[in-house]
């Protein structure tokens, strides 16, 4: 380049950069239907809020399924949040889970005859098999939870 192409550019450079000095941003815009707000660094970050439908507790099964869809399936996860869906899917699919095993628990107690009279002849192994029958019930549904 020449020298006179350089001391151009030099100029142009000193202008510009001159001119961002002396200009001020608006600590916030509105685009496309969004609020964006000025940060320290210089960038417009979006003001975005999630609101959620209801504000239902979660479970032990509805944490399973929350962990599983923000590790595996990042996107569905991410399209309930905006929605307002996520925190109702988890309670349902918690408040299912805990339907499911009861039901499952119950069914099972039935077919393998750990019934009232085990308990009342022994309290003890009454007590053993309603806890392994629980514990394989909620051994699946957890399994199911993570598919």
Known sequence: MKREELQDMRQMEEV???DLEEQVLPEVIEENGLIYHLAENGCYYPDL????????PIGK?????????WEHKAHEY??????GTWNRYLHEVDEECHRGVELAVK?????????????????MEWVRRVNG???????????????
């Open 107 to 123: 069914r099972i107690m039935e077919k393998e005859s750990v019934d009232e009279r085990l308990k009342a002849e022994n309290p």
């Open 133 to 147: 029958i629980r514990m394989r019930v909620e051994e699946e549904v957890e399994r199911r939870l993570l598919q």
């Open 16 to 18: 510009s950069t001159g």
């Open 49 to 56: 809020t999630f609101e959620q439908e209801t504000d239902y």
């Open 78 to 83: 991410r399209m309930m949040l905006q929605d």
């Open 61 to 69: 099964y509805g944490l399973i399924r929350a962990e599983y869809m």
